[in-house]
């Protein structure tokens, strides 16, 4: 039988004991949430979150990643005596959310994640075929997910340092593409897409006939493409 709160406090060892071999300063911590409501599993959780107590980590700030496990119920087929059985068995399964921030060109500071808002998780269980029976097992697969991540952060903030945010709304661009969209938005259009649910914005220069969703732009928005005549048009994502 799988024994969550004994898999929770043996991942976050494994992550402490890595961490510390490879230096990477973070604050490994394991919680159990728990819910009084019936039917309900407590979350086990392991965080592994920056530390930035020092001017060599300051970099570092602002990471948290959160690792939930969890009970999974499989059933499966067993040969016995020529005849097959159903057996059911409890294995482990995780999944997880990476957040970070990141400051723009204008010194903005900005909280993203690599979840996809309404569609999946920044990690997820890899093997649903072929169960966890360890903790070990979820830890090899994690580890290299994480590293991943953790090297794709610094590129994104090396990437966000030349960014700049689209006014009124929740997107950013490389200052360099300015010019680019603004040329793209004249010869028909160009469409800002949400990494996940949400709503997709078009910019265009010309009035669309649709009957919802449509407006003229905001003054601040038509000085960031240098256009008098700008139009938007907002679409849900789902």
């Not at 204008?106 to 890899?126: A, C, H, N, P, Y």
């Not at 469409?191 to 649910?197: A, K, R, Y």
Request: a positive charge; glycine letters at 6%.
């Amino acid at each position: 039988m799988v024994q969550l709160k004994a898999a929770l406090f043996s991942l976050a060892k494994l992550f402490r004991s890595e961490f510390e071999k490879r230096k990477i300063n973070f604050d490994v911590c394991e919680n159990i949430i728990l819910d009084n409501r019936k039917n309900i599993d407590n979350d086990y959780i392991v965080t592994l979150k920056s530390k930035h107590d020092t001017e060599e980590n300051e970099a570092a700030e602002g990471i948290k990643i959160t690792i939930w496990i969890y009970k999974d119920k499989k059933t499966d087929w067993k040969k016995s005596r020529g005849n097959k059985e159903q057996v059911k068995f409890e294995t482990l399964g995780y999944y997880g959310s990476v957040n970070f921030n990141v400051i723009d060109n204008q010194g903005t500071k900005k909280t993203l994640t690599f979840d996809r808002i309404g569609v999946e998780m920044s990690l997820s269980t890899d093997s649903y075929d072929t169960p966890y029976n360890t903790t070990k097992e979820i830890f090899n697969e994690l580890l290299p997910k994480v590293l991943g991540y953790l090297d794709t952060i610094k590129d994104r903030r090396n990437e966000y340092k030349n960014r700049v945010q689209v006014p009124d709304t929740n997107f950013s661009i490389n200052k360099d593409k300015i010019e680019e969209i603004k040329n793209r938005i004249m010869a028909g259009g160009y469409t800002f897409e949400p990494s996940g649910f949400g709503y997709a914005i078009r910019f265009t220069t010309k009035l669309s006939r649709r009957s919802y969703g449509v407006r003229e732009a905001t003054e601040s928005q038509k000085k960031f493409f240098s256009l008098n005549k700008l139009y938007i048009e907002r679409s849900e994502r789902d």
